[in-house]
């Protein structure tokens, strides 16, 4: 890792790993940036939950590429996009006023959605193994599992033997190497 790269209320700003700050980008082209996710082409993705949109930006100048999204519910709309995730040429977006995650290729062409009747307020989303993960429903969290294709596998339920929550208000979620969820 060579730069920090943090989410403002209005922009994005870029720190050294020693905590040097190097240099702030888009500023006046989004709203309320949220989620963030770099290609491994150096291409810069960013949620707007303001604008309710997807943004793309072109390292290592911070230029901004394109962005695809208005308030809705129809291709290429959003409602409250959070947290984001790249890979293997796909982009997830975790369309938490839609109850779905979004995916599109990196040029932000709708590819299709990932989304079930017990899924609800998806915050964020993570792919690994072939497999989605995506967190929903931060006061009584649930982790749905998705194949690549968008099929539903299982839900991992929160909750202990007697039915109380084991996790609460979880907003965000990371897989380690050997798959475990953190």
């Known amino acids: 890792v060579t730069n920090l790269v943090l989410v403002g209320s209005s922009n994005i700003s870029v720190f050294s790993v020693t905590g040097e700050y190097i240099d702030r980008f888009c500023e006046g082209v989004v709203g309320g940036p949220c989620g963030i996710a770099i290609s491994e082409g150096n291409t810069v993705f960013v ?3 303001e604008l309710d949109c997807v943004h793309k930006f072109k390292l290592p100048t911070f ?3 394109s962005k695809v999204g208005k308030e809705g519910n129809g291709v290429g709309e959003f409602r409250y996009p959070l947290n984001l995730t790249v890979t293997d040429g796909c982009v997830y977006v975790a369309d938490h006023g839609n109850h779905r995650v979004a995916v599109m290729d990196t040029e932000l062409k709708h ?3 990932l989304t079930h009747q017990t899924m609800t307020s998806p915050f964020d989303v993570k792919v690994n193994n072939n497999k989605v993960y995506v967190l ?3 006061d ?5 599992v998705f194949s690549l294709t968008g099929e539903k596998i299982r839900s991992l339920i929160t909750c202990d033997k007697d039915g109380n929550a084991q996790v609460r208000r979880c907003e965000s979620f990371c897989l380690d190497k050997k798959q475990n969820i953190l």
């Not at 009584?140 to 749905?144: G, K, M, Q, T, Y």
Request: charge should be neutral; aromatic fraction near 6%.
């Open 136 to 138: 929903s429903d931060k």
């Open 63 to 65: 230029q901004s590429v």
């Open 111 to 113: 590819r299709n959605y």
């Open 47 to 49: 949620s707007d939950i």
């Open 140 to 144: 009584s969290p649930c982790l749905h």
